[in-house]
């Protein structure tokens, strides 16, 4: 079946603007995270949806950031006022929900936002 | 201060050779380990899992933990080009389903 998708696969911005990222995943997946990747560094988490909540957001690193997930399937993360400094690739991964953390996490192919 | 450290490496090894990635976590409550291989551009792919002390095999890989020495490595036999990549060492604490990576460790096998 398909993995998981994300898009844009590339964003380009200004510094100052409102970017969205949307990530579709696995069918039947009721998990799933937005990581964040900078060049030479492994994904930073930033939000974990369980369904339609998000059960842990603690890595959002201020209030630029919001993730949602209204239906429980299709999650859109974004960023406002956004700046040269969140240029990264950002990525999602998604998990079937049932075994906690020994789940595995499939990622998507990411969108490398660029804030000029 | 970073929880789960790796080697940057970069680490060459011949075709044909065993490559050795290590990976050390600072927090004990980590319970699930991750090895994940990401080719330059791509998205992480998962590897191995391990979650008990010990060794567990899967084909040329072999992932090891060693919880006393919060210590996980993984073991790539018969190396081959294609295993040419970052690996990204990963843990996951209990219930809390987030994953903490290292940096990762970039292998080049030689032909």
């Known amino acids: 079946g398909a993995g998981v998708s994300q898009t844009p696969s590339n964003k380009v911005t200004e510094k100052g603007k409102y970017v969205e990222l949307r990530c579709d995943p696995i069918?039947?997946?009721?998990?799933l995270y937005w990581y964040r990747q900078s060049l030479g560094q492994g994904p930073e988490f930033l939000i974990y949806?369980?369904?339609?909540?998000?059960?842990?957001d603690s890595g959002l690193p201020n209030d630029r950031f919001f993730a949602v997930r209204p239906e429980g399937s299709v999650s859109t993360l974004k960023i406002q006022r956004t700046e040269r400094g969140d240029s990264a690739v950002y990525l999602c991964?998604?998990?079937?929900?049932?075994?906690?953390?020994?789940?595995?996490?499939?990622f998507g192919p990411g969108t490398r936002l660029l804030v000029l | 201060q970073k929880e789960v450290e790796q080697n940057s490496g970069p680490l060459s090894v011949p075709e044909g050779a065993i490559a050795s990635l290590n990976c050390t976590y600072s927090d004990r409550v980590s319970q699930s380990f991750f090895w994940y291989r990401q080719y330059s551009g791509k998205s992480p792919e998962l590897i191995m899992s391990i979650y008990s002390n010990g060794d567990k095999e899967d084909g040329r890989f072999t992932a090891q933990l060693n919880k006393a020495s919060q210590y996980v490595s993984l073991l790539i036999r018969d190396s081959q080009p294609s295993d040419s990549a970052t690996y990204l060492c990963a843990s996951a604490t209990g219930s809390a389903r987030q994953l903490t990576f290292g940096s990762g460790t970039q292998l080049t096998v030689l032909p």
């Open positions: 949806f369980q369904g339609t909540g998000a059960a842990d």
């Open positions: 991964a998604s998990s079937s929900g049932l075994a906690g953390g020994q789940e595995t996490q499939y």
């Open positions: 069918s039947g997946h009721t998990a």
